[in-house]
């Protein structure tokens, strides 16, 4: 068996998604020097941190952080565009389950009862196979022993991609697309909203206010990266 294994590994080697480099037996997602050096951000500690105040006067939560700055051309940037377009689910469980390892430390964090993956539109959802964020999210639950719900928020509306679109464009965009299934169901819990990249937060701050209609309810929001940094 250990040759078998040994020739599939030469075969078939395992690559490192954010160097390229192969992974060693022991490696897992991404290589121990990609994960050492990842550029963590930690604002988790901090509830007025620079992606918690993006919201400020826009929308009502108890606090929001991301794991890592994502900026072009960075390893950050790499996984995610696997994550997104080259069918690598797997990326986006390992990166929840490492940030799930801090979250769960996170008292901010930890209370929350359910987690929520920002959610695709049902046509984009069929072309791509899945949802990237709920990959992050079932990382998250693992590590964090949180349930993860994908059909308590629908996106009711397919929308343009928000790439190179202006703040005020991305808003308008994304401007009351979403739903929520049965919002009697889930008064006076805490909601743990996750996604893959915040810039603007537009996407955010629309899934936050139809999010709202729960009576009771509270928000907070984690997502794999932050560009707006």
Excluded at 76 to 100: A, N, S, T
Excluded at 162 to 169: A, N
Aim: proline share 4%; hydrophobic share 40%.
């Amino acid at each position: 068996m250990l040759y078998l294994t040994d020739f599939f590994s030469l075969v078939f080697p395992r690559i490192c998604p954010a160097c390229g480099n192969s992974l060693w037996k022991n490696e897992r997602g991404i290589c121990h020097a990609c994960e050492y050096h990842l550029p963590k951000t930690n604002f988790h500690f901090d509830a007025e941190n620079p992606v918690s105040r993006l919201f400020w006067g826009r929308a009502d939560i108890v606090t929001a952080a991301a794991f890592l700055y994502f900026h072009k051309g960075n390893k950050v940037q790499r996984l995610v565009h696997q994550l997104k377009y080259k069918g690598r689910k797997d990326i986006g469980i390992f990166l929840g389950e490492m940030y799930g390892e801090t979250l769960k430390y996170a008292p901010l964090f930890n209370a929350s009862d359910v987690i929520i993956p920002v959610p695709l539109h049902k046509k984009r959802y069929m072309k791509r196979g899945y949802n990237q964020s709920e990959q992050f999210g079932i990382g998250l639950g693992n590590v964090m022993k949180i349930p993860v719900n994908r059909h308590l928020l629908a996106r009711v509306k397919a929308t343009e991609t928000q790439t190179r679109k202006s703040r005020f464009s991305r808003y308008q965009n994304v401007k009351e697309i979403f739903r929520v299934e049965r919002p009697e169901e889930w008064e006076n819990r805490h909601l743990l909203l996750v996604d893959d990249v915040i810039t603007t937060g537009a996407t955010l701050e629309s899934c936050i206010l139809a999010l709202q209609v729960i009576p009771g309810v509270k928000i907070s929001v984690a997502c794999i990266a932050t560009a707006m940094i």
